[in-house]
């Protein structure tokens, strides 16, 4: 069988050099002028065949296509917005109570402020009070000390005058004549 495939195909092959042999001197088929009335009747049956599938099929469905990327666009860029808009008004809140927060704080902070500044005004007052009252008890109690010193002191420059005289003189002074004489000096 391998044979009679290996002849047929030797047939043919020699049939159709012989045929390609005998036909050397015609034209190339397509610029043949004998077959261009065939030709542009298959050209416009192709052409015909060829605009029906585009514009019945292939067009409507690219056009389809087109249409629903440019509704998905659309969608998106109206969502894109709207989100935009979303996040501007929540910055702008955001904003807002930031600002309040300050406020509040900054006015917390200075009613705190004044509050501590009276109270510490209010206890340097009593001590400053206290301490007024220290010192003129204290004051009170050094000039009735003086007085009771300087009295003191009379009568010891008294005694201490009649001592030295009695010890230098070895005669003991009169008491009115040294009193007397203490007063002289002590006014001046």
Do not use: C, W
Request: aromatic fraction near 4%.
């Amino acid at each position: 069988m391998a044979e009679s495939h290996g002849e047929a195909k030797g047939q043919k092959a020699g049939a159709h050099t012989e045929t390609d042999g005998g036909h050397h001197g015609g034209a190339f088929p397509p610029f043949d002028s004998s077959n261009f009335a065939s030709q542009l009747v298959s050209l416009a049956i192709a052409f015909v065949a060829l605009y029906l599938i585009v514009s019945r099929i292939a067009l409507p469905r690219v056009g389809g296509t087109i249409d629903a990327r440019q509704n998905k666009i659309e969608g998106d860029l109206a969502e894109a917005q709207k989100l935009k808009d979303e996040s501007d008004a929540a910055l702008k809140a955001y904003e807002t109570e930031l600002a309040n927060a300050r406020a509040n704080a900054q006015a917390i902070g200075n009613e705190t402020r004044e509050k501590l500044n009276a109270a510490s005004e209010a206890e340097r007052k009593a001590l400053e009070e206290k301490l007024a009252a220290k010192l003129a008890d204290a004051e009170k109690q050094i000039a009735t000390t003086r007085t009771n010193a300087m009295s003191n002191v009379r009568g010891i420059a008294a005694d201490a005058a009649g001592a030295i005289v009695q010890q230098l003189a070895g005669v003991t002074p009169d008491a009115n004549a040294v009193n007397s004489a203490v007063d002289a000096s002590l006014k001046g």
